[in-house]
């Protein structure tokens, strides 16, 4: 009975065997040697396994085609190709993002303007404060550099405690200045994108 059974299967399963070997045998590869001549066979040799080659069927269509391998500098320069898209992705996205702020946060471009304004002012005000603080300071490091210069003058020692009132007054100083620098260039910042979201403003109006 179990040998009637292994029999029965044997003969189930040989037509789709014949089947497979038959399709496997009529596979053909075409390839193209080094000096350009075109080969045709049911194995690649082992020199060409790696350059490009074709799978034909009987019809003589490709059906199938095996790209070369990539040498280091084309994979460096897939991989660099493959980045750039990336970032331009990844732009794209950020830029649509910000089209849809501009769109939901000003109504005209009025409004653009007001806010840059805005924005300039609270800059201005604190720029402004600060160049009163940088007068004060200046004005107290003067006084206590010309204390400094009557001990000198003197002939007496000047105090570690005056000392470190002029090393904190110039530290201040300085601090307030380089403030005020940064904030110039903030509010060159703020005129600079408030002009390019502006533009970019029209293109989605259409204005």
């Known amino acids: 009975m179990k040998r009637t059974l292994h029999n029965i299967r044997y ?4 037509p789709a065997f014949l089947v497979a070997t038959a399709t496997s045998a009529e596979r053909t590869f075409k390839w193209v040697d080094e000096a ?6 049911d194995r690649v040799p082992p020199r060409y396994a790696k350059k490009e080659r074709q799978e034909i069927n009987e019809q003589g269509r490709t ?3 095996y790209e070369a391998a990539k040498t280091p500098e084309q994979k460096a320069e897939l991989r660099r190709l493959a980045n750039l898209e990336a970032a331009e992705k990844k732009k794209a996205r950020k830029q649509k993002i910000h089209d849809r702020a501009l769109l939901a946060t000003y109504s005209s471009e009025e409004d653009m303007l007001l806010a840059r304004d805005g924005k300039i002012a609270s800059v201005d005000a604190l720029i402004q404060l600060t160049n009163s603080r940088i007068e004060t300071s200046r004005k107290r490091l003067l006084s206590l550099e010309t204390e400094a210069a009557e001990f000198e003058r003197s002939g007496k020692p000047v105090p570690k405690i005056l000392q ?5 007054a110039r530290d201040q ?3 307030n200045e380089a403030f005020v620098v940064a904030k110039e260039k903030e509010k060159q910042v703020i005129t600079r994108k408030f002009s390019a979201d502006i533009l970019r403003y029209r293109e989605l109006k259409g204005l």
């Open 173 to 175: 100083l300085k601090e």
């Open 36 to 41: 350009g001549n075109i080969h045709y066979g």
């Open 11 to 14: 003969l189930v399963l040989l």
């Open 164 to 168: 470190s009132q002029i090393t904190t």
């Open 63 to 65: 059906v199938k085609v």
